[in-house]
């Protein structure tokens, strides 16, 4: 597609001839490499609350980065004015970061191989707000038809159109358009005037608005998060102590984004501050265990046509049959380790620089059917849902919350309980798997990943697998 | 520059456009950083931004809007957008403005902006920033590495008006200097860190300073173990217990009142805490962080206790919550640019006690001193609490060696009324602010 016909040439007049003159203008004090972010969002939030749609927001946000690399070193400004003064003005301040005769032949630019990962005719931002209030209100109906013990609902939907264009010193010119939309749904239930629990289910991708018709309905979500609740109701307190943890398929694949994911971006081991540091080749997980992060799935909430450095999304195979095989790259460590950037560099908003991030991580599926998991554990700890985790990228330890977890007696799932938070090291935790199952999900779309400051979507998954020794912090 | 004018123009528009009421926020800011890592520079930022939102009723229908585009057409497009929402939204019996007689601003000068950030050239910035880092460097040779050290500066400026009457704008600044080492001993590999952060670049800790705190708190965590699984006492140092008063407010905030999603829900005059703990909210104290001349709504900033000597006195609420519960807004709405207003908190900490830290950690025979929390096992809801933490060792009162990979747990509920002690050791880095505490029992998870 010619620049002209793209929205940031159709919408606000921007050549070819343009950009040159910028990225001229930003390596004007000398460096290796210049680029340019243009960004516009549209995002709009609805929510309902006591069956009121309370709150109903949109917004836009429109900008430009500019950043300029010499070395190691990354000088970086923004504007939220696109007048060719105010860019220039950008320019010149990122360039001050360089100093010296410039590195870069320009040569102009070539088109990065288009392909659409999320062919939306219609964004979901795009459709009517009608329509899109529906999604709420119908989740509110459904959670509270679903079980007389429910007592508070909130549903919130939330969309956004990214429109971006980069171009670069080294000759990428890219464009994309990125929708993005989400539907959630958090209940509180109780018995009496008893304890309040809550649950939460949410989903979503990089969707049209018929996803939550097709596929996803409120009705699902809502009746999820009722569910979760009201497991919660019966719950006894978590056990504390090491023991088998079994994780069921799907969301718990948060596991591998906290224990391994964060600690093989590559700005972490170009530092080497990572406890994954210097072990590419070396088992850091049981032979069962491959573990891949992959930008290119269809329609999934981290995936991306292009990254936010413009150069295409990959499939990163990360762990292959428990051998640490590679790190995630952006365009500046691939240039200082020299490697090729796997398309991870990414970016909360034109206002932020990028750096090495996940998309979609998952585990590839085993051989184990998941009931003889089950069967085959003595005593331990079933954990089919989490909230968040944490990780300290340079000790490797973890933690990840679980919101919805069973005991394992005799190789039955029994009782339910809550408050289990698990605790363990990231290059040791996954030597410990014993057993992957066959049945492989991915989450349902509502991950968001942050990493100093910055926020941006990504996806888990996960088959159903069995850790013979985990941490597990509960209170009995 | 801050436009008061721009703000009440807007609210103008939308009342001409069909709205009975608004409120509008303009929020600028600028921003600069240097990064350094190994004594060089790695990283440098400067820019600035605007943003205005609007938020509408129409009777008690409410719809939101805000925009980077601060053109007349941008804001022209903003309203409508606003007033769009407002009609696909449901009638809110609850929805309003805050009263007029509630609307108004403290006086006298809060100390929240000063010109002195802009004295120092970038030279001298990235310079502050390798002094800092090779403080850390130089303190210890375990000291490795580095994740680098930062020099960084803010100001901004916030104006809201409504169409209640209220108009009003305040400028702050900030600055801060941070380092990140590295420490290595064997295979074991560390990092942690240290800040200071001021309105003021004279209220700047020293780079040094700061550099040696956080080699320090980097190096005595090398050689981490886990320890058994038990029940035990443990100390939260300032930064850990800065959390645990976060959680504090998330429980007595009106939102999580009214949709009863707080332990500390109908507790109002009820005993929740041990006498040792006074809670304050504070939105007045000049030169702080979570100090403002009114909140997000237009309503004065204020002092109110929370809880005293263990008993709860008051919630945090903004006008909605409080008609929600039927009672009087506390000054403590807060949001972006735009959309109904959430509960915000001033400078919100819990009271020095009497005791210094190095005294209560002499107290304990076997027990744990908190450096380092992470992960979000806290459920307000219910009070239970299950987080993942590091830090050091008590035995005979004395620190005997690191610990890390291990949980602690316990309910909020228990574990406030097990405040022993709170420390003499009060210092607000930030706008939420603990000294030491020492809680009787948590159960800590490791082997």
């Given at each position: 597609m010619p620049l002209s016909d793209s929205f940031f040439g159709h919408k606000f007049g921007i050549t070819e001839h343009d950009l040159e003159s910028y990225l001229s203008e930003a390596l004007g004090a000398g460096g290796d490499y210049a680029d340019l972010y243009f960004e516009y969002l549209a995002t709009s939030s609805l929510s309902i609350d006591e069956s009121?749609?309370?709150?109903?927001?949109?917004?836009?946000?429109?900008?430009?980065?500019?950043?300029?690399?010499?070395?190691?070193?990354?000088?970086?400004?923004?504007?939220?004015?696109?007048s060719p003064e105010k860019i220039r003005k950008a320019a010149r301040v990122a360039a001050c970061i360089a100093s010296g005769p410039s590195k870069v032949d320009k040569t102009g630019f070539e088109e990065v191989r288009r392909r659409d990962l999320?062919?939306?005719?219609?964004?979901?931002?795009?459709?009517?707000?009608?329509?899109?209030?529906?999604?709420?209100?119908?989740?509110?109906?459904?959670?509270?038809?679903?079980?007389?013990?429910?007592?508070?609902?909130?549903?919130?939907?939330?969309d956004s159109l990214r429109q971006v264009l980069v171009a670069t010193s080294d000759g990428v010119l890219s464009t994309d358009r990125q929708p993005l939309a989400r539907l959630g749904v958090a209940v509180l239930a109780r018995v009496g005037n008893g304890v309040p629990q809550r649950g939460y289910s949410g989903g979503g991708g990089r969707v049209a608005l018929d996803f939550f018709e097709m596929e996803k309905t409120p009705e699902h979500f809502a009746r999820e998060a009722v569910r979760q609740a009201i497991v919660q109701l019966d719950a006894a307190?978590?056990?504390?102590?090491?023991?088998?943890?079994?994780?069921?398929?799907?969301?718990?694949?948060?596991?591998?984004?906290?224990?391994?994911?964060?600690?093989?971006?590559?700005?972490?081991?170009?530092?080497?501050?990572?406890?994954?540091?210097?072990?590419?080749?070396?088992?850091?997980?049981?032979?069962?265990?491959?573990?891949?992060?992959d930008g290119t799935i269809r329609n999934r909430r981290g995936s991306l046509n292009v990254d936010d450095e413009g150069a295409p999304t990959q499939e990163n195979v990360l762990i292959e049959k428990g051998v640490l095989r590679g790190y995630l790259y952006d365009k500046l460590s691939s240039r200082l380790l020299g490697s090729r950037t796997t398309g991870s560099g990414r970016r909360e908003s034109y206002q932020h620089i990028p750096m090495p991030r996940m998309t979609n991580t998952f585990m590839l599926a085993g051989d184990s059917d998941p009931e003889e998991i089950i069967r085959?554990?003595?005593?331990?700890?079933?954990?089919?849902?989490?909230?968040?985790?944490?990780?300290?990228?340079?000790?490797?330890?973890?933690?990840?919350?679980?919101?919805?977890?069973?005991?394992?007696e005799d190789g039955h799932i029994t009782r339910a309980v809550r408050g289990a938070m698990l605790t363990g090291n990231g290059p040791e935790a996954l030597k410990h798997v014993s057993m992957v199952g066959h049945d492989l999900k991915l989450d349902e779309g509502i991950g968001i990943c942050g990493k100093e400051g910055q926020s941006v979507p990504v996806g888990v998954g996960i088959p159903t697998i069995k850790i013979e020794r985990m941490t597990v912090g509960g209170t009995t | 520059m801050i436009d008061q004018e721009l703000a009440a123009q807007?609210?103008?528009?939308?009342?001409?456009?069909?709205?009975?009421?608004?409120?509008?926020?303009?929020?600028?800011?600028?921003?600069?950083?240097?990064?350094?890592r190994m004594r060089e520079l790695e990283k440098l930022k400067d820019a600035g931004s605007r943003r205005v939102g609007l938020r509408v009723l129409i009777g008690k229908q409410v719809g939101s809007a805000h925009t980077s585009d601060l053109s007349s057409a941008g804001i022209r497009q903003m309203v409508e957008s606003a007033l769009a929402l407002a009609a696909i939204s449901t009638d809110d019996p609850h929805a309003d403005l805050p009263d007029s007689s509630e609307l108004g601003s403290i006086a006298g000068d809060l100390r929240l902006y000063s010109d002195d950030i802009h004295k120092f050239d970038t030279a001298a910035r990235i310079q502050a920033a390798i002094q800092t880092e090779e403080a850390a460097l130089s303190w210890d040779p375990r000291i490795t590495n580095s994740e680098g050290a930062s020099f960084s500066a803010y100001s901004g400026g916030r104006v809201f008006a409504n169409s209640r009457g209220f108009a009003g704008s305040y400028r702050m600044s900030s600055c801060s200097l941070s380092a990140t080492p590295v420490a290595r001993q064997g295979d074991s590999m560390e990092r942690d860190y240290w800040y200071s952060l001021a309105r003021s670049y004279s209220k700047l800790e020293s780079p040094a300073d700061v550099g040696r705190r956080a080699a320090e708190r980097t190096v005595r965590r090398l050689g981490a173990r886990k320890v058994p699984t038990q029940k035990a006492p443990v100390i939260f140092d300032p930064v850990t217990a800065r959390s645990l008063i976060?959680?504090?407010?998330?429980?007595?905030?009106?939102?999580?009142?009214?949709?009863?999603?707080?332990?500390?829900?109908?507790?109002?005059?009820?005993?929740?805490?041990?006498?040792?703990?006074?809670?304050?909210?504070?939105?007045?104290?000049?030169?702080?962080?979570?100090?403002?001349?009114?909140?997000?709504?237009?309503?004065?900033?204020?002092?109110?206790?929370?809880?005293?000597?263990?008993?709860?006195?008051?919630?945090?609420?903004?006008?909605?919550t409080a008609r929600k519960l039927g009672m009087r807004t506390t000054g403590n709405a807060a949001r972006g640019v735009?959309?109904?207003?959430?509960?915000?908190?001033?400078?919100?900490?819990?009271?020095?006690?009497?005791?210094?830290?190095?005294?209560?950690?002499?107290?304990?025979?076997?027990?744990?001193?908190?450096?380092?929390?992470?992960g979000h096992g806290v459920n307000i809801v219910t009070g239970d609490y299950s987080r993942g933490a590091a830090g050091l060792w008590i035995e005979n009162g004395e620190f005997a060696y690191p610990v890390s990979e291990i949980t602690i747990a316990a309910t909020l509920q228990q574990m406030l009324m097990d405040v022993e002690a709170a420390g003499s050791d009060l210092e607000f880095r930030g706008s939420v602010a603990s000294p030491t505490l020492l809680i009787r029992e948590m159960t800590i998870s490791g082997q």
């Open positions: 009121i749609v309370k709150s109903a927001v949109q917004g836009v946000s429109l900008g430009v980065g500019v950043r300029v690399i010499s070395g190691e070193r990354t000088g970086y400004a923004y504007s939220d004015d696109l999320y062919p939306v005719v219609t964004a979901p931002n795009e459709a009517s707000l009608a329509e899109r209030v529906e999604l709420v209100k119908r989740a509110d109906r459904a959670a509270r038809a679903a079980d007389p013990r429910v007592f508070q609902v909130q549903a919130s939907y939330l307190p978590a056990p504390a102590g090491e023991m088998t943890v079994v994780l069921g398929p799907g969301w718990p694949g948060v596991l591998l984004h906290e224990a391994v994911g964060h600690g093989l971006e590559a700005d972490f081991n170009r530092k080497k501050v990572s406890a994954f540091s210097d072990r590419i080749g070396q088992q850091v997980a049981s032979p069962l265990c491959t573990v891949v992060d085959s554990t003595p005593r331990g700890l079933y954990c089919a849902n989490f909230g968040g985790g944490q990780v300290d990228i340079t000790s490797g330890n973890f933690v990840f919350s679980a919101s919805e977890s069973y005991l394992i | 807007t609210v103008r528009l939308a009342l001409d456009r069909g709205a009975t009421d608004a409120e509008c926020t303009l929020a600028e800011g600028e921003e600069f950083s240097a990064q350094v976060g959680n504090i407010f998330e429980a007595v905030e009106g939102d999580s009142i009214y949709r009863k999603a707080s332990f500390l829900e109908g507790k109002l005059g009820e005993r929740v805490a041990s006498e040792n703990v006074t809670v304050i909210d504070d939105g007045c104290l000049p030169g702080l962080f979570g100090t403002s001349p009114f909140d997000d709504e237009g309503v004065p900033s204020r002092r109110t206790v929370v809880i005293d000597r263990g008993v709860l006195r008051s919630y945090l609420l903004n006008s909605y735009t959309g109904n207003a959430g509960v915000g908190h001033g400078n919100f900490f819990l009271e020095k006690g009497q005791r210094p830290p190095e005294e209560m950690i002499r107290g304990i025979h076997r027990g744990l001193y908190v450096t380092e929390l992470i």
